[in-house]
């Protein structure tokens, strides 16, 4: 996954991407004990948030390493729609997908969704904006 993403040790809420393809991309992610974003045993909201994102990074990253193209760094311009039904436990794996809604110059809609053994615990829209 580090190729793929910017984000480095210990805020890395990614393990392996599942599926990509042009407008879409699927990756699994262990809810460690000991992440830095698991608070009482529970992955918090702002994990979940950067989860999605990430995704959406690892997306994003894949198909530039695909066109031999540099991975650009990207940020949060806006999250809308934000559903979360519970917050995982720690050692819970999630399925998170995101699908590119639009795509114009440097910012890009994406919605994502979190699922557990098929079960959607999380969803919402996102504007990420990448430099360069």
């Known amino acids: 996954m580090l190729p793929y993403l910017p984000q480095r040790a210990p805020f890395v809420m990614v393990q392996t991407l599942e599926q990509c393809d042009a407008t879409s991309a699927t990756t699994q992610f262990l809810v460690p004990e000991g992440n830095i974003l ?22 994003m990253g894949y198909i530039c390493r695909q066109e031999n ?18 917050l995982p436990k720690a050692g819970e794996l999630l399925t998170t997908t995101i699908t590119v809604k639009n795509q114009i110059f440097n910012a890009t809609i994406v919605e994502g969704t ?9 969803s919402c ?6 430099a360069g």
């Open 125 to 130: 829209e996102m504007r990420i904006f990448t």
């Open 38 to 59: 698991v608070a009482e045993g529970l992955f918090t909201e702002p994990g979940l948030v950067e989860n999605i994102a990430q995704t959406a990074a690892a997306h």
């Open 114 to 122: 979190i699922s557990i053994q098929e079960a959607v615990i999380a």
């Open 69 to 86: 193209k540099p991975v650009p760094v990207g940020f949060i311009g806006a999250v809308q729609q934000l559903k979360i039904a519970r």
